[in-house]
């Protein structure tokens, strides 16, 4: 489903100074897996996570997303895919607080001309049901709960169908049984084979990988579902 092939990324912060979150990264990701990658912050995982999105180039190396190379797709092309096959889970909620929960979740289908909005609304309704919402609908961001801010996020990230979820830090500011609510609706949406890059700093959250890798320095590694290095 994804591949990357030797990518390096490098920014440089003047003339004399630059830095390099991601160094020579190989991976292959198959279709219906739940990867995980942990790693301190400033590790490279958020630079890994929007380079699969192609909100990044890298310097260096080929990232190939079902068959296509992003390096030989036009801006417009990467913006069709990452609405009509990527879904993101940021670290924070990013919700519209000017936006009801359902005007939340919707708003990614306003960019898909091949539905119409009653199309839309139903699906958003069908999401919000899923994730224990349907009585949320018309409420605001603010009156929700942290752990009710996550699932919407999540039924918006699923509203177009998309064959992969990037996850970043998506537990970040949770309770444990919050937590443990968000990392079982996770793995319920991957067993209905969606696949999954998550990332975080926690190694309490590898056993639910189908595979896990650190990152340190830039530098990718497999490690073992029960977070030591392979």
């Given amino acids: 489903m994804i591949t990357f092939k030797n990518v390096t990324k490098t920014f440089h912060l003047d ?47 080929r990232i190939i997303i079902d068959q296509t190379d992003l390096a030989d797709m036009t801006d417009r092309q990467l913006s069709t895919l990452r609405n009509q096959k990527l879904g993101f889970v940021f670290q924070f909620p990013s919700l519209l607080s000017s936006l009801n929960v359902l005007e939340n979740v919707t708003l990614p289908g306003i960019f898909d001309q091949g539905q119409n909005e009653k199309t839309i609304k139903a699906r958003g309704l069908d999401l919000l049901k899923t994730m224990g919402l349907a009585d949320k609908a018309a409420v605001y961001p603010r009156q929700l709960s942290a752990g009710e801010q996550k ?80």
Avoid: C, W
């Fill in 15 to 61: 003339s004399k100074t630059s830095i390099s979150p991601v160094k020579d990264v190989s991976m292959d990701i198959a279709s219906g897996e739940f990867i995980i990658i942990t790693g301190r912050s400033g590790s490279g995982k958020t630079t890994l996570l929007n380079l699969s999105a192609g909100m990044v180039k890298p310097n260096s190396g």
């Fill in 151 to 230: 699932r919407v996020v999540l039924s918006r990230s699923l509203l177009n169908k998309p064959q992969v979820i990037l996850a970043d830090e998506p537990t970040s500011d949770l309770d444990e049984q919050t937590e443990l609510e968000v990392m079982n609706l996770l793995r319920g949406i991957n067993e209905t084979g969606v696949t999954f890059i998550m990332v975080t700093h926690s190694l309490q959250l590898v056993p639910y990988a189908s595979r896990a890798f650190n990152m340190e320095n830039g530098i990718l590694a497999e490690i073992s579902r029960t977070g030591s290095k392979l």
